[in-house]
């Protein structure tokens, strides 16, 4: 691992200073992912600033939204009360996230900046235009079975890895950051990118910009939700397909609905088509194997993965059949 210098900021604002002054220096919360990375020398930055001092760890209800600081650990927001009663669905997809001892560590920020898990962005053998750009796709004719089925490119066909940020994207957040031009609020479902010519550029933060917060508007969906995630094994694997759906049910009819999927594509995956597809529906099995059936449309595989259209029309199925049942 190359050699690098920790500077510990006290404050968002001297965190964004000191980021500003250095060309190879990244922000550093809980580190379950960036000294991974560090160790493979996928990215060998000449300085972290350790943002652990910084006062982003609250979880706070005002008028009309929760605020969930950056720094707020996964374990936190998935085990506190209010999130449990009024956001179901972000702390079920949280605990499907990792293993305890990870959640104990990981912060909220740092869970929606995390890498994908592609073994070719791994590799630092094997090409991949994610991690060293024009270098090629060694997962498009290679080992695939994890892959993209939406939105990739002949770029990059990787998938984002959250749980926690499927269940963001239903649930309409918005994502405050702080850089050197000053504060700004960004919609979570435009804070991720797909990979088009440039893979390597994973979220819509400028350079230097700090997340500090996540905020969730209040909502209806908080009994009839379900975060369905399929996986090769029960525990600390990461999604082949995962389902955040959540349903405000009045007689049994489909007033509002919420749905987005995970393990599909470069960002979290929102299906806004079955969404206004299912809104004014009776609750049915039926409509619900055509709500998953129509949200694969478009669906492009690659020979590994071609098993993730059935799979995922059938995850939107059953997602949506438990959380209805609720």
């Not at 650990?73 to 499907?96: F, G, M, R, T």
């Not at 919609?187 to 350079?207: I, Y």
């Not at 009994?223 to 082949?240: E, P, Q």
Request: overall charge positive; some cysteine.
């Amino acid at each position: 691992m190359k050699n690098f210098q920790i500077i510990r900021a006290l404050s968002s604002r001297t965190a964004v200073t000191n980021i500003s002054k250095e060309n190879e220096a990244m922000f550093i919360a809980g580190g379950t992912n960036l000294v991974d990375l560090m160790k493979k020398n996928v990215v060998a930055p000449d300085k972290l600033i350790d943002i652990n001092g910084l006062d982003l760890k609250e979880i706070e209800f005002v008028k009309g939204k929760v605020s969930i600081g950056a720094l707020a650990k996964n374990s936190q927001v998935a085990e506190d009360v209010a999130i449990k009663e009024k956001h179901p669905l972000l702390s079920l997809a949280l605990a499907a996230g990792a293993s305890q001892q990870i959640r104990h560590m990981a912060t909220v920020g740092g869970n929606m900046l995390q890498k994908t898990r592609c073994s070719y962005y791994y590799n630092t053998d094997m090409p991949c235009n994610k991690r060293t750009p024009k270098s090629g796709c060694g997962a498009i004719g290679g080992s695939n079975r994890m892959h993209a089925i939406f939105g990739a490119s002949d770029s990059c066909i990787a998938v984002h890895p959250s749980d926690m940020c499927i269940a963001l994207a239903a649930l309409d957040a918005q994502v405050l950051v702080e850089g050197p031009k000053g504060k700004r609020q960004i919609k979570f479902t435009d804070f991720h990118r797909l990979p088009g010519n440039t893979p390597e550029k994973d979220n819509t933060l400028e350079a230097k910009e700090l997340i500090t917060s996540v905020e969730i508007p209040d909502h209806n969906f908080t009994k009839n939700v379900h975060y369905l995630k399929v996986r090769d094994r029960t525990s600390y694997a990461f999604a082949l397909v995962s389902v955040a759906a959540a349903l405000d049910l009045k007689n049994n009819v489909i007033n509002d609905v919420r749905l987005a999927m995970g393990g599909v594509a470069h960002k979290p995956w929102r299906l806004t088509e079955a969404e206004e597809f299912l809104k004014g529906k009776t609750v049915s099995e039926e409509v619900f194997r055509q709500a998953g059936d129509l949200a694969m449309k478009g669906a492009r595989t690659y020979g590994g993965n071609d098993f993730k259209i059935t799979l995922g029309a059938n995850t939107i199925t059953e997602a949506l059949t438990i959380a209805a049942s609720k």
